[in-house]
């Protein structure tokens, strides 16, 4: 039966614009119909959310925030958000409708791909969420169901539901989001915890499996492909499919490194990779057909999957299989998966009579060839595998099968490759070597760690090359009094004397500025006398160029550096600023003032005031008499007394 006639949305108008005509698919979260916009008359295809969750906010702000985020990637391999609703209980999203197939349902069909195909694919891919890593968001849920290959060849990436912001950390209560066969180490750790780099390792497991046709880790439940993710490499495509170039090896390698910071940093600097790996294969290799692949064989009939897309973002070459001679409107074309060509027939002619002696000369030259080609080509001759980041005794077992020897383990320090794996070979993974030769591994001991030295009493200048020379940097260098180290000599580091750190590391210096003093103060007083209490005290005298005004009189300290009572060290500077005496400033008239009025311009002026009422002056309120007579000048801040009647 027809489950699409049992659907109550089809044939339904929704929010009285979108005709749903059929529906396409059904997820976890929601169902995705191919409608028509009425008002427009453009197909395109509505995700409309389970009515049974949309009474749960999580979900429809996870709903909401896939239509603002795809909203800000205006991106040609980015499946587009035209609109988002709701009518009634259906929450809905409005997007583009591509036709076509997921790369799901291609792998599901071809097995593994050719490695041109593969790469065709990846580049938009890396294009797309390049594009929404540099907007400042990580896509968290990529896999192949997630990749769209329309009819036209064009690829798009879909589903941005579990997009989240680059900066933000979310709690799932303990939940991990996303398909298990595609998590990053981090994301099954720190569930809620992503950036950039857990797209890029699920990238790497897609390109694995279209090269291999397989996942690279499986089990019998979830919980055993999770372990093996925290616990296991992802091996090198070249283990499934022998004969994969080095370079797809390496890119694999990278991009699911389970240290996300050995990782590219986002999808535009994995494209960059993929980008050179590309322009260092042959054609051979990137048309080579993996034993995985089923055949392309099939009757005439156009098949929608055999459509391999090339990246909209990148100028390519003319598609695979196509003559010379085409237009330019043929090179945008896609390349579609091929059988390997059959051999062309081989022409009889006529053989021109020739002497005998030509005749066997020609045998033996043949023969000689056939024999060298034989040998070169032949099991005499192997290639050194992929055996980088692997254990040393897989290395050695991966090495043994395929008739090499183990020659010479060295070991040497990394940064970056984990303790007990191989760093490198010699020759290199991929090198024509004879078989029951030696390759030499080179064994990673982890990161170089080293005793931070006891440097306490020393001079800052030998403290710093003790550090130095024990393979360690001198890091900031702060001041502290002290009354038990000398000034100039370290006091303590960070980290303490006798931790261990990686080679490299920084160590903060602690130096002494010797005991602290009491800065004495010396504001207001003659510049020798205070030159002689400041170096009585133990610090050097320094006198400003500059002059001020002040209460003070003309050449006496106006002020300080440090402030009195501030704490110094021995020999420190303090530095005296001299006053250039009061400014002086007119006084107001305000004799037949009025008290209130007296007291206003005077303050005004800058003055002090002070009332003089007397016994005859108790219930005045008239000013008789000032200090300073109205018109003179008196130091600014200085008091005028007023005389009240």
Not at 123 to 149: C, Q, S, T, W, Y
Not at 255 to 264: I, N
Not at 298 to 321: G, K, Q, Y
Not at 408 to 428: A, C, F, M, N
Request: proline share 7%; aromatic share 4%.
């Amino acid at each position: 039966m027809d489950t699409t006639l049992q659907d109550p949305l089809v044939g339904q108008v929704l929010d009285g614009r979108y005709r749903i005509d059929a529906r396409i698919a059904v997820g976890g979260m929601a169902t995705v119909y191919r409608a028509v916009d009425t008002r427009l008359d453009r197909v395109l295809a509505l995700k409309v959310m389970h009515p049974a969750l949309a009474a749960d906010g999580s979900f429809v702000e996870r709903f909401i925030r896939e239509a603002k985020s795809v909203a800000r990637l205006a991106h040609p391999n980015v499946v587009q958000v035209f609109d988002q609703g709701t009518d009634g209980s259906y929450v809905y999203l409005a997007m583009e409708y591509i036709a076509g197939c997921t790369l799901r349902d291609v792998l599901r069909e071809r097995g593994a791909l050719q490695p041109r195909a593969a790469l065709d694919i990846l580049e938009p891919v890396l294009a797309a969420l390049g594009a929404a890593h540099r907007a400042g968001f990580v896509h968290r849920d990529m896999k192949p169901e997630n990749v769209l290959i329309g009819d036209d060849g064009r690829v798009k990436v879909a589903d941005f539901g579990l997009v989240r912001s680059v900066d933000t950390v979310t709690s799932t209560t303990g939940a991990v989001l996303g398909t298990v066969a595609y998590l990053a180490p981090e994301q099954i750790e720190t569930p809620g915890a992503a950036d950039p780099r857990v797209d890029v390792y699920a990238c790497g497991v897609v390109l694995y499996e279209m090269l291999t046709g397989e996942k690279p880790h499986d089990g019998d439940s979830p919980a055993i492909v999770l372990y093996k993710h925290l616990h296991e490499n992802v091996p090198p495509p070249s283990a499934e499919v022998p004969g994969l170039p080095f370079a797809l090896d390496d890119l694999v390698a990278s991009a699911t490194a389970r240290t996300r910071e050995v990782r590219p940093q986002d999808a535009v600097a994995l494209l960059g990779q993929v980008r050179d790996a590309r322009a260092g294969l042959t054609e051979e290799q990137l048309d080579a057909v993996p034993p995985q692949a089923v055949s392309a064989a099939h009757d005439n009939a156009e098949d929608r999957t055999s459509v391999i897309p090339r990246s909209l973002t990148v100028p390519r070459p003319l598609p695979v299989d196509e003559e010379e001679g085409f237009g330019p409107d043929e090179v945008d074309r896609t390349s579609r998966f091929q059988s390997p060509p059959p051999l062309p027939p081989r022409r009889r002619g006529a053989r021109p009579r020739r002497g005998l002696l030509a005749l066997v000369t020609v045998v033996l030259l043949v023969i000689g060839v056939g024999a060298g080609v034989w040998y070169i080509n032949s099991g005499q001759f192997t290639k050194v595998p992929a055996v980088l980041t692997q254990s040393r005794a897989k290395a050695e077992q991966r090495l043994e099968a395929a008739g090499l020897e183990v020659g010479p383990v060295k070991h040497s320090y990394s940064d970056t490759v984990k303790r007990g794996t191989v760093i490198s070979t010699d020759p290199e993974p991929g090198a024509r070597i004879r078989k029951h030769d030696s390759v030499t591994l080179t064994v990673s001991d982890g990161p170089q760690t080293v005793k931070v030295p006891d440097v306490t009493g020393s001079r800052l200048d030998k403290a710093k090359e003790l550090l130095t020379s024990d393979g360690l940097e001198p890091g900031q260098v702060t001041q502290e009094f002290s009354d038990d180290v000398i000034k100039g000599f370290v006091i303590s580091t960070s980290p303490e004397a006798g931790t261990k750190r990686r080679a490299g590391s920084a160590v903060s210096i602690v130096v002494s500025k010797g005991a602290a003093i009491d800065v004495p103060d010396v504001t207001g007083e003659d510049l020798d006398d205070a030159k002689a209490e400041l170096e009585e005290a133990g610090l050097t005298v320094e006198v400003s160029a500059e002059q001020v005004t002040s209460e003070f009189d003309k050449g006496q300290v106006a002020a300080q550096t440090p402030e009195a009572d501030s704490q110094a060290a021995d020999g420190d500077t303090v530095t005296l600023t001299l006053s250039k005496g009061p400014e002086m400033v007119e006084v107001p008239d305000v004799v037949g003032d009025s008290v209130d009025d007296a007291k206003t311009a005077l303050e005004q002026a800058g003055f002090e005031v002070s009332e003089d009422r007397g016994l005859l002056g108790l219930f005045g309120d008239t000013v008789k008499k000032q200090s300073v007579d109205g018109g003179d000048t008196a130091p600014k801040g200085s008091t005028i007394t007023i005389t009240i009647r």
